[in-house]
């Protein structure tokens, strides 16, 4: 089997290489660039500035009995 890699500039150009894939003469391959891309792409940014306060995380730490070396502990578990 042979591969190329081919940068497509139109829209159009996809819809001809998809049917060949149809017909199982060519396989899609992304590369890992593009696959990154398309994962931030998906990913939603998170709007804080209507609906969220600073001051609804008040107290989150309440009645939790924990001190920032435990905290460093259970990040880096293999740091000494």
Not at 5 to 10: P, Y
Not at 14 to 25: A, E, G, P, T, V
Not at 56 to 61: P, Q, S, V
Request: charged content about 40%.
């Amino acid at each position: 089997m042979n591969s190329i890699v081919i940068q497509i500039k139109d829209n159009k150009a996809i819809k001809i290489l998809q049917s060949l894939r149809d017909i199982n003469l060519i396989d899609f391959f992304e590369d890992k660039e593009n696959q990154i891309k398309n994962e931030l792409l998906k990913l939603k940014v998170k709007n804080n500035s209507e609906n969220e306060s600073i001051f609804d995380l008040a107290g989150i730490w309440k009645d939790r009995d924990t001190n920032i070396d435990e905290l460093r502990k259970k990040a880096w578990p293999k740091r000494k």
